[in-house]
């Protein structure tokens, strides 16, 4: 009997998973494609990804010498503790080090799979 429960159990969270994974790839991002700010003002992006599935944003592409990454952190969207697992907001803090017009690239995938969910460029104009 605690075999069977333990099986309907992880049927469950498996079914949760690719429906909630399925909401974030199709969603939108929280920011603008293009971004203008002036040098060493920060910037502040905001993705929603489903961490407990394993989904999570990565930054592929960007000139870290004129561009640099400050922090990176996630919370959940449903902050209540007796919920388990859900969709998360993952904040990203840059600050541009010189004028310059650069391109963000983010990959949304599971790190241990090849596979890109969904691809996100975002222009960062600092004046």
Known sequence: MKV??????????????FTACQHCKDSKLFNESVIKKGVN?????????????????????VDT??????????????????VVGGNAI???TFVGLQQGDYQLVFNYK????????KTEKIRLIVQ
């Not at 069977?4 to 998973?17: D, K, P």
């Not at 010498?65 to 007796?82: A, C, H, R, Y």
């Not at 599971?110 to 890109?116: C, G, L, M, S």
Request: glycine share 4%; charged share 25%; net charge negative.
């Open 41 to 61: 003002e920060p910037v502040e992006l905001k993705f929603e990804a489903c961490l407990t599935c394993g989904y999570e944003w990565f930054l592929e592409s």
């Open 90 to 92: 993952e904040t990203w």
């Open 4 to 17: 069977f429960f333990t099986c309907l159990l992880g049927l469950f969270l498996t079914g949760y998973c």
């Open 65 to 82: 010498t004129k561009v640099k990454l400050l922090s990176k952190s996630s919370e959940p969207i449903n902050p209540d503790p007796k």
């Open 110 to 117: 599971r790190p241990w799979e090849d596979t890109i969910q």
